[in-house]
């Protein structure tokens, strides 16, 4: 089983809607991030979390929230999708010792139309 | 602007050759560098680190070199084959992680 899962893969909506990416993980990890990433620009941060009491803004947190209802989950939600937020969406977990990679789920495909 | 980023967007490569991929960073209190390989529909997958303290650190058939004084962070891979195929990243840390916007690696046979 991966270690880190993200659900839906793939999702296509329409301008104005509520969506919620949902991200779990087996690690056992205490740290979640989310990332999107675009053409050209590489992976750009919109929130992370140290533990379910600790949440903190990225660079792109504007048009997003996020909830860490467990260690191993990490939801992200767009209140008000635009079109604009189309990308793909990965969320990421890692240890907390000083040297720790960080591993990846499969992604979301997020359309919006 | 970035302050991670790739020279080249694309590399193309004959299948046994090595391959060199570049990387520019900008923040020189940058402790931490790691470099991911993401293959097409999938998430990045961690490759090697290497910690600022080090220059070189070798895997199996990849080395990552760290030039501090330049700034400069590349990733050697060595006999390329065609599942080398992919988009490669690197990242650097001060706080999080910021990442570079990736060399698309292309292997011919």
């Given at each position: 089983?991966?270690?880190?899962t993200q659900t839906p893969r793939?999702?296509?909506?329409?301008?104005?809607?509520?969506?919620?990416?949902?991200?779990?993980?087996?690690?056992?990890?205490?740290?979640?991030?989310?990332?999107?990433?675009?053409?050209?620009?590489?992976?750009?941060?919109?929130?992370?979390?140290?533990?379910?009491?600790?949440?903190?803004?990225?660079?792109?947190?504007?048009?997003?929230?996020?909830?860490?209802?467990?260690?191993?989950?990490?939801?992200?939600?767009?209140?008000?999708?635009?079109?604009?937020?189309?990308?793909?969406?990965?969320?990421?977990?890692?240890?907390?010792?000083?040297?720790?990679?960080?591993?990846?789920?499969?992604?979301?495909?997020?359309?919006?139309? | 602007?970035?302050?991670?980023?790739?020279?080249?967007?694309?590399?193309?490569?004959?299948?046994?050759?090595?391959?060199?991929?570049?990387?520019?960073?900008?923040?020189?209190?940058?402790?931490?560098?790691?470099?991911?390989?993401?293959?097409s529909g999938k998430g990045p997958?961690?490759?090697?680190?290497?910690?600022?303290?080090?220059?070189?650190?070798?895997?199996?058939?990849?080395?990552?070199?760290?030039?501090?004084?330049?700034?400069?962070?590349?990733?050697?891979?060595?006999?390329?084959?065609?599942?080398?195929?992919?988009?490669?990243?690197?990242?650097?840390?001060?706080?999080?992680?910021?990442?570079?916007?990736?060399?698309?690696?292309?292997?011919?046979?």
């Amino acid at each position: 089983d991966a270690d880190v899962t993200q659900t839906p893969r793939n999702r296509i909506t329409k301008t104005g809607k509520r969506i919620m990416l949902e991200c779990s993980q087996t690690k056992g990890h205490d740290r979640m991030y989310w990332y999107r990433q675009d053409p050209g620009l590489g992976l750009r941060l919109i929130y992370y979390s140290f533990d379910v009491k600790d949440i903190n803004k990225g660079e792109i947190s504007d048009g997003y929230s996020v909830s860490r209802q467990a260690q191993a989950k990490f939801s992200l939600s767009l209140e008000s999708a635009i079109p604009n937020q189309t990308a793909l969406y990965f969320c990421a977990t890692t240890g907390t010792g000083s040297y720790n990679d960080q591993f990846f789920g499969p992604g979301t495909r997020l359309t919006v139309l | 602007g970035e302050s991670v980023g790739l020279h080249l967007p694309t590399l193309s490569v004959q299948e046994g050759d090595n391959s060199i991929i570049n990387c520019a960073y900008s923040n020189s209190a940058s402790d931490y560098f790691i470099w991911y390989k993401q293959e097409s529909g999938k998430g990045p997958q961690f490759i090697i680190d290497i910690r600022s303290n080090m220059d070189k650190r070798q895997g199996q058939r990849v080395t990552v070199l760290l030039n501090k004084t330049v700034k400069h962070l590349s990733l050697q891979i060595a006999a390329t084959q065609p599942g080398d195929s992919a988009v490669y990243f690197c990242a650097e840390r001060v706080s999080e992680l910021s990442f570079g916007a990736g060399t698309t690696v292309t292997v011919r046979a």
